[in-house]
């Protein structure tokens, strides 16, 4: 994997796109990870739980999609590339909300995995512009590339990375390991507790 970079592109675009770009990078950055894991010799079950993963992101990205056709970016399209985006909105139209795993991918892509930044809830809209404009600053931006020609799923936009680092490390700063870990025993607590209650009522 070898280092590069490339031309700031967020300095000609507004706040809506640069979010709905960053988004779409993001999820391609964590479809490749994903890719590979599930490509490596692994046990059944963590096989399973990259796949699922990877549906929980192409869920996702079924959202996100569409509405960059309706964005700005839309008008710097080529004709390959409307091509391209016309095929993919046609083949991520099995990943909406409505298919077949909803119910069991729910509460991971609720929580895992969230590309749409042009529309966070509560203060992240603020964290997400001010990430944004540490980023627009930045005169150029970081990727990776595979040295080998047939290694496109090893393409990496690291500057989405670190986007998504400055978003994260306001929630670190916000909420503590220790918090997190007292929050995590008090759930295992009265899970137990209620498990037990269940027991002893079938007692």
Same mark, same amino acid.
């Given at each position: 994997?070898?280092?590069?970079?490339?031309n700031?592109?967020?300095?000609? *675009?507004?706040?809506?796109s640069?979010?709905?770009?960053?988004?779409?990078?993001?999820?391609?950055?964590?479809?490749?990870?994903?890719?590979? *894991?599930?490509?490596?010799?692994?046990? =059944?079950?963590?096989?399973?739980?990259?796949f699922?993963?990877?549906?929980?992101?192409?869920?996702?990205?079924?959202?996100?999609?569409?509405?960059?056709?309706?964005?700005?970016?839309?008008?710097?399209?080529s004709?390959?590339?409307?091509?391209?985006?016309?095929?993919l909105?046609e083949? *991520?139209?099995?990943?909406?909300?409505?298919?077949?795993?909803?119910? &069991?991918?729910?509460?991971?892509?609720?929580?895992?995995?969230?590309?749409?930044?042009?529309?966070?809830?509560?203060?992240?809209?603020?964290?997400a512009?001010?990430?944004? =404009?540490e980023?627009?600053?930045?005169?150029?931006?970081?990727?990776?590339?595979?040295?080998?020609?047939?290694?496109?799923?090893?393409?990496?936009?690291?500057?989405?990375?670190?986007?998504?680092?400055?978003?994260?490390?306001?929630?670190?700063?916000?909420?503590?390991?220790?918090?997190?870990?007292?929050?995590?025993?008090?759930?295992?607590?009265? &899970?137990?507790?209620?498990?037990n209650?269940?027991?002893?009522?079938?007692?």
């Open positions: 994997m070898t280092k590069a970079t490339v700031n592109v967020f300095e000609q *675009l507004d706040d809506e640069s979010l709905r770009l960053l988004g779409l990078c993001l999820a391609s950055n964590d479809l490749v990870m994903y890719t590979e *894991l599930l490509g490596n010799d692994r046990r =059944a079950d963590e096989k399973r739980s990259y699922m993963v990877m549906l929980s992101i192409l869920r996702e990205v079924a959202k996100i999609v569409p509405s960059i056709n309706e964005s700005e970016l839309a008008k710097a399209f004709r390959e590339t409307q091509h391209l985006f016309e095929s909105n083949k *991520l139209g099995s990943f909406e909300d409505d298919s077949l795993a909803k119910g &069991t991918l729910k509460p991971v892509r609720n929580f895992v995995f969230h590309y749409d930044f042009t529309d966070p809830p509560g203060q992240d809209k603020k964290r512009l001010a990430s944004l =404009a980023l627009r600053n930045e005169s150029r931006l970081g990727v990776r590339l595979r040295c080998d020609i047939s290694g496109v799923l090893g393409n990496r936009y690291t500057f989405a990375d670190g986007f998504r680092s400055r978003l994260l490390w306001g929630y670190i700063q916000k909420h503590d390991e220790s918090e997190l870990s007292l929050v995590t025993m008090d759930v295992l607590c009265f &899970t137990d507790s209620l498990l209650d269940l027991v002893d009522t079938e007692n």
